[in-house]
């Protein structure tokens, strides 16, 4: 059998200080195998693999309750999705502030472009055709039948299809998640919007300069080396659709691995 350890024999083993492995034992990650006749903690030579597992996974930010879980886990498909939710939400994390350095290194604020974390959404979508800046009428129209319904509307945006003089394009509604829908027609499609990172450009020019805002935005995404993940979308706020921002996605927030 093998010798078991003081908490300083212990510590000097794995390089972990006392006050560290004393944290683990009050969280009950990793308590002593046993106390001597004089009270000391002992620890066993098996701990070692244990105890240097829980530090990887605490500098990996790994909360404690999910430590917990995976310790006191026998199912090795259990441990091994735990491990692949971990893995992927590091890299979520890591993208995110791989997006803030680079915008912080870009002086984007001089640009007027921001960025902006977009919750997932859920979009109803109609087809319209207009000229430039005269949406309006549609978004009022197909506003009132979603009110008709009882549905209430968080967000407006347009997404651009096709032409220059007369203008195809898609029309969309952020709703509640829960929203039923029923009673409504020409629906397009309704999209589940996944939560993104977005750049993204106020606009505050008359609304035949908007060809203007798509350039200056993709340009900077060009330059800065940033790739979207859909097209440029117009989102609208307010009653009277004055407040708009142009939104380009560049990194889908909480997706599987790639």
Same mark, same amino acid.
């Given at each position: ?19 560290t492995?004393? &944290? ?13 006749? *004089? ?5 066993? *030579? ?16 790994? $909360? ?22 971990w893995v ?16 912080l ?25 207009s000229?430039?800046?005269? &949406?309006?009428?549609?978004f009022?129209?197909?506003?009132n ?7 209430r509307? #968080?967000?407006?945006?347009l *997404? ?15 709703? $509640?998640d829960?929203?039923? @829908? *029923? ?13 993104? @990172?977005?750049?993204?450009?106020? &606009?505050? /020019?008359?609304p035949?300069?908007?060809?203007d805002?798509?350039?200056?935005l ?6 800065? #080396? ?9 989102w609208?706020?307010? /009653?009277d &659709? ?6 380009? $996605?560049v ?8």
């Open positions: 059998m093998n010798k078991l350890m003081t908490i300083q024999e212990f510590s000097d083993r794995t390089g972990i200080p006392k006050s492995l004393r &944290f683990y034992e009050s969280k009950k990650l990793l308590l002593p195998i046993e106390r001597g006749l *004089n009270g000391y903690r002992l620890y066993a *030579n098996h701990q070692v693999a244990i105890v240097k597992l829980i530090t990887t996974l605490r500098i990996a930010d790994v $909360p404690i309750s999910e430590i917990q879980n995976y310790l006191q886990e026998h199912d090795e498909s259990v441990r091994q999705n735990m491990m692949s939710e992927r939400t590091i890299r979520n994390k890591r993208d995110l502030l791989d997006v803030s350095l680079r915008y290194e870009s002086d984007s604020i001089r640009d007027d472009i921001y960025l902006i974390d977009k919750n997932d959404e859920k979009i109803i979508w109609f087809v319209e055709q000229t430039t800046g005269k &949406f309006g009428e549609h009022v129209k197909r506003a039948e979603l009110k008709q319904c009882n549905i509307i #968080k967000s407006y945006y *997404n651009y299809i096709s032409g220059r003089e007369v203008i195809k394009a898609q029309i969309g509604f952020g709703v $509640p829960d929203t039923k @829908i *029923n009673g409504l027609t020409e629906i397009d499609f309704i999209e589940h919007m996944p939560a993104c @990172i977005c750049l993204a450009l106020p &606009f505050k /020019e008359h035949t300069k908007l060809k805002g798509y350039q200056k993709l340009q900077y995404a060009l330059q800065h #080396k940033w790739v979207p993940t859909r097209s440029i979308l117009e609208y706020r307010g /009653e &659709f004055t407040q708009l921002d142009l939104l380009l $996605p990194i889908q927030v909480g997706q599987g691995d790639k």
